[in-house]
């Protein structure tokens, strides 16, 4: 079966900081990941993705997020956070070895501070 | 750019009572989706479709859920004798392929329908 773990429910950083927020996962195949953002009252818009090769990704507004097989991780970063990046985000796998569905972690929400 | 439109963006409704959300994917996507979140906390998948049949549904997806896609262009779900616990925001998502390919997977979603069950 899969999951995924977004061990922080929250993230603080100060505006010009680098940010990370944290996402294990697993599955029983090979997996595509995902990140998606959540503004409120808006539905998830995808940021990135991995499916294959160079194991670090780069997506939209900047961030990018590392494939680490050994530890079954996917975390997305940010070398310099602005206030707007303030807002709910979802790592998500997907099991590409069969299967419809795309799980969700139970989203980390970043708050960044001028 | 194309988008996943979703009616009614709020619905009250009295616990026991049928409700249908609406869901106009976008238009050259074959697969579709219903999540649901519950008070801005976890994103919970419902069910997947797929040339007109369930693909796959999760164990929240009992007899009381029921989806369709009755012309073409719309993707509908309906709830049945509504419950309290059903309240929640539910999105509907688009995505141009299932499996495998360098643009599969990404899910387009819709802004959401929240439901009150009071």
């Known amino acids: 079966a899969q999951s995924v773990a977004q061990p922080e429910d929250q993230v603080n950083v100060a505006e010009g900081n680098p940010l990370t927020v944290k996402c294990t996962y697993s599955?029983?195949?090979?997996?595509?990941l995902f990140w998606y953002v959540q503004y409120p009252n808006r539905g998830l818009q995808f940021l990135l993705k991995?499916?294959?090769?160079?194991?670090l990704v780069k997506g939209s507004y900047g961030f990018e997020a590392e494939f680490n097989k050994s530890q079954t991780s996917f975390h997305l970063k940010k070398p310099s956070a602005l206030v707007s990046d303030s807002a709910l985000y979802f790592c998500?796998?997907?099991?590409?070895?069969?299967?419809?569905?795309?799980?969700f972690g139970a989203g980390t929400r970043l708050f960044v501070k001028a | 750019e194309p988008e996943v439109t979703q009616t009614p963006s709020h619905q009250v409704t009295q616990m026991g009572q049928e409700v249908i959300l609406r869901c106009v994917p976008i238009?050259?996507?074959?697969?579709f989706y219903w999540y649901r979140q519950i008070l801005g906390q976890k994103v919970e998948f419902l069910v997947s479709?797929?040339?007109?049949?369930?693909?796959?549904k999760s164990e929240i997806f009992d007899d009381q859920f029921s989806v369709e896609r009755p012309d073409g262009s719309n993707f509908t779900l309906k709830i049945r004798s509504t419950k309290l616990e059903d309240s929640a925001m539910y999105f509907c998502?688009?995505?141009?392929?299932?499996?495998?390919?360098?643009?599969?997977?990404?899910?387009?979603f819709g802004a959401g329908s929240r439901l009150t069950v009071l």
């Open positions: 599955v029983s195949g090979n997996p595509y």
């Open positions: 998502a688009s995505s141009e392929g299932g499996v495998g390919g360098s643009g599969a997977n990404v899910l387009t």
């Open positions: 998500a796998v997907r099991d590409r070895n069969g299967g419809f569905k795309t799980i």
């Open positions: 991995y499916i294959t090769g160079d194991n």
């Open positions: 479709f797929y040339n007109n049949e369930i693909s796959e």
């Open positions: 238009s050259n996507h074959l697969y």
